[in-house]
């Protein structure tokens, strides 16, 4: 399973970084999949996590690279969609954010458990209900100050293709993602943990 993992996450990264439309998103598009490989890469052996989890993580890394290659409004699948449903933006940042939603709340429901944070699972949930909401937030004011400081990438990296509510959507399908995790997945992921515990 691990060999699979770094060979899918590697793969897709060396070709994401093979001519990339602007170079500078593409930094601060992969930056989080790269540092997120890294602390995995540290942790295996201390602190191995579910396989459900792995699985997650991977495919938000490989959302992130692909809308690094393309910058998010030009990913061909996006674009697909629109033109397919009649659409009137390029959609694939909205993946994004669900998925910066759905993925980190499994992250924190596994860590919340094994770690023993909570002893009421309700207080627990709204926490990591809150706590993805909160990285949504904080993810908005880093496009923000990438904006003010970049006037040439500010464009690709922010990808508002003239929205005028896009921060505020992008937030809500991250939060969006973040319940839907904890409803759809809950269940599994505590199979998974109660094999990894023996």
Known sequence: M??????VYLAVLVWSGI????FVTWCLEVFPAVAGGVVLWITRERFPLTTLVYALILVHCIVLMIGGHYTYAEVPLGEWFR???DGT??????????AQGFIPAMIARELMIRLEVFSSARWRD???VCFCLGLSAFYELIEWWVALLSEEAADAFLGTQGYAWDTQSDMGWALFGAVL????LSRLHDR???ALGD
């Open 19 to 22: 001519g990339p439309k602007d």
């Open 126 to 128: 709204f926490f990591i």
């Open 192 to 194: 998974q943990l109660r």
């Open 181 to 184: 995790a904890l409803l759809l």
């Open 89 to 98: 933006r390029n959609n694939y940042d909205k993946l994004g954010h669900f």
């Open 83 to 85: 033109d397919t449903f």
């Open 2 to 7: 691990r060999a699979v993992w770094i060979l």
